[in-house]
């Protein structure tokens, strides 16, 4: 499962987990507080922005090519561009400076912050290991010709896979960077996996916005979505080439933060990708 939902209201575990620790810590600070010492819930809250900030900063750094071209996409947080460990760093340091400064806060902020932090790495780390146990689902689909195809038939190389709808706006903004990277990356096999609309709909649109994509497949039901755990959109799945998931990415991509995604492939033996044969006439 990659989203938590309820109703129509969906969030991405990994965001979760962020804050369900901030909840736990602060309750953890607010009862050590209660036997001596000063409430730590506004410190806890102003040292989890700088630990964000400089989570950024941190991406922002070491994927600055990507971002040199257009500075504005620095402030744009909806690419998920964030590194933990500068963040990790700055937190603990920023912890210590306060403690430090105000001994009142010093034990219910060391504790609150220390069982946050214990609380979230234990959860990614058991997140990832549990993404990464999961195969690709074996299901079928439709390509732009109407034909069925079976989504393992792909395997055999790495495989991008990506959820999509034409009325999702941060589907539409990050195509061209999609595009950019089928282009760009032909080892790899991208999948455009729409869900629930009809072809003529999902046509206009890649013709309207001048875009070319091989490998539009079409899922009715959503069923991919759901086999996944996933129902927000966009989703960005990343599978090695026996099938087993490395990684994923909910929400938009940027250059920067699907080039991130991509280092998932690096140490993956090189492996020509299968492709189903799509008739000449036909976008598959």
């Keep these: 499962m990659l989203t938590f939902t309820l109703g129509t209201f969906a969030i991405a575990l990994n965001h979760l987990l962020l804050i369900s620790a901030l909840a736990l810590a602060t309750f953890i600070g607010w009862r050590v507080a209660k036997r001596g010492g000063e409430n730590p ?3 806890l809250f102003s ?7 400089a989570a950024r900063i941190g991406f922002v750094a070491v994927y600055w090519t990507h971002y040199r071209n257009d500075p504005w996409q620095v402030i744009d947080l909806r690419d998920g561009g964030f590194l933990a460990w500068p963040g990790v760093i700055a937190l603990v340091l920023a912890t210590l400076y306060r403690g430090r400064r105000r001994p009142g806060l010093r034990r219910p902020l060391g504790f609150g912050v220390a069982s946050g932090l214990a609380f979230w790495l234990l959860a990614s780390y058991s997140l990832a290991i549990y993404e990464q146990g999961t195969r690709l689902p074996d299901i079928s689909l439709r ?3 109407g034909e069925t195809v ?3 038939d792909y395997k055999g190389g790495p495989l991008v896979i990506n959820l999509w709808a034409t009325w999702c ?3 539409r903004r990050e195509m061209p960077v999609l595009e950019n990277a089928q282009q760009q990356r032909p080892d790899l096999t991208f999948l455009f996996v729409n869900q629930a609309e009809s072809m003529q709909s999902v046509a206009t649109f890649l013709e309207t916005q001048g875009l070319s994509l091989s490998n539009v497949l079409f899922d009715g039901g959503g069923r991919l979505g759901q086999a996944v755990g996933s129902m927000a959109l966009p989703t960005t799945l990343f599978y090695s080439p026996e099938g087993r998931l490395l990684g994923s990415h909910l929400g938009e991509l940027s250059q920067a933060s699907l080039a991130r995604a991509l280092e998932n492939f690096d140490s993956a033996p090189a492996t020509s990708s299968r492709k189903l044969p799509c008739p000449a006439s036909a976008t598959c």
């Design 143 to 145: 390509n732009a010709a």
């Design 150 to 152: 079976q989504l393992a």
């Design 169 to 171: 706006p941060p589907c």
């Design 41 to 43: 819930e506004s410190a």
């Design 47 to 53: 040292l989890f922005l700088i630990g964000m900030l």
